[in-house]
Nanobody, 120 residues
Framework: QVQLVESGGGLVQDGGSLRLSCAASGTIGRLNPMGWYRQAPGKQRELVAAIFSGGYNNYGDFVKGRFTISRDNAKNTVYLQMNSLKPEDTAVYYC??????????????WGQGTLVTVSS
C-alpha cells in the first residue's frame, strides 16, 4: 500500500505564500489522481486541487487562481504552491492519492495532514 507524507505547512501572514509537498512511498503502482484536500475546524473536508495523469487539473472554487498543483512523477511527489493566502485558508491540508490496481480496482490513500495557519 502507498504511504503519503506531507511537508511544508506552517504559519504565514495574510497575503503570504507556502509550498506543500507530498511524497508517495511503498507499493506505489499507478496513482491517479493525486491531490490536496483541506479541513478547517468545524467544517467538512473539501477539495483544494487534484492533478490527473492526462494533464488535467481540478481546483476548488475558492482557489481562484491563487494555488497551483504540480507533480514530479520521477519523485512520486505532488506539490501545491499557494500564493495570496488568506486567513480563511487556515486548515489542515491532506494529501490524497487514488491507487489503481492491475485489475482496475481503486484504493484511496491519505497523508497525516499538515497544518497551514494564515494570520491576519
Amino acid at each position: 500500500q502507498v504511504q503519503l507524507v506531507e511537508s511544508g505547512g506552517g504559519l504565514v501572514q495574510d497575503g503570504g505564500s507556502l509550498r506543500l509537498s507530498c511524497a508517495a512511498s511503498g507499493t506505489i503502482g499507478r496513482l491517479n489522481p493525486m491531490g490536496w484536500y483541506r479541513q478547517a475546524p468545524g467544517k467538512q473536508r473539501e477539495l483544494v486541487a487534484a492533478i490527473f495523469s492526462g494533464g488535467y487539473n481540478n481546483y476548488g472554487d475558492f482557489v481562484k487562481g491563487r494555488f497551483t498543483i504540480s507533480r514530479d512523477n520521477a519523485k512520486n511527489t505532488v506539490y501545491l504552491q499557494m500564493n495570496s493566502l488568506k486567513p480563511e485558508d487556515t486548515a489542515v491540508y491532506y494529501c490524497h492519492a487514488r491507487q489503481i490496481g492491475p485489475s482496475g480496482g481503486t484504493l484511496d490513500a491519505w497523508g497525516q495532514g499538515t497544518l497551514v495557519t494564515v494570520s491576519s
